[in-house]
Nanobody, 132 residues
Framework: QVQLVESGGGLVQPGGSLRLSCTAS????????IAWFRQAPGKEREGVSC????????YYFDSVKGRSTIFRDNAKNTVYLQMNSLKPEDSGVYYC?????????????????????????RGKGTLVTVSS
């Protein structure tokens, strides 16, 4: 089954760290840009970060800039989101989505547009709870 699967969520104390994974099954992530976004209960969906075809092509939203790193490991067919100095407002379900590289203009444009429903693949999410 072709799918994206997120993992790595959990309960963490404020100030702690998590590494989320977005792994592709039955397709190769090499040809796709990846977006991470999140949604907390009662709140609108919010973009987090995106990566293009290489780890030199990334974008971060202000809410996580300086505290997060997105990177891809094509050998593992996985994109990671390392999140540090976590805050309670980082809580939510984190999703990843994949967009075929040849169909995007720039990673920043893709990320800022946030049209996740139009992307080629989307995962079902992993829950992150930041609480003491």
């Amino acid at each position: 089954q072709v799918q994206l699967v997120e993992s790595g969520g959990g309960l963490v104390q404020p100030g702690g760290s998590l590494r989320l994974s977005c792994t592709a099954s039955r397709f190769t992530l090499d040809y796709y840009a990846i977006a991470w976004f999140r949604q907390a209960p009662g709140k609108e969906r919010e973009g987090v970060s995106c990566v293009g075809g290489s780890n030199s092509s990334t974008y971060y939203f202000d809410s996580v800039k300086g505290r997060s790193t997105i990177f891809r490991d094509n050998a593992k067919n996985t994109v990671y989101l390392q999140m540090n100095s976590l805050k309670p407002e980082d809580s939510g379900v984190y999703y990843c989505a994949a967009a075929y590289l040849k169909r995007i203009t720039t990673v920043e444009a893709m990320c800022r547009r946030g049209n996740y429903a139009a992307m080629d693949y989307r995962g079902k999410g992993t829950l992150v709870t930041v609480s003491s």
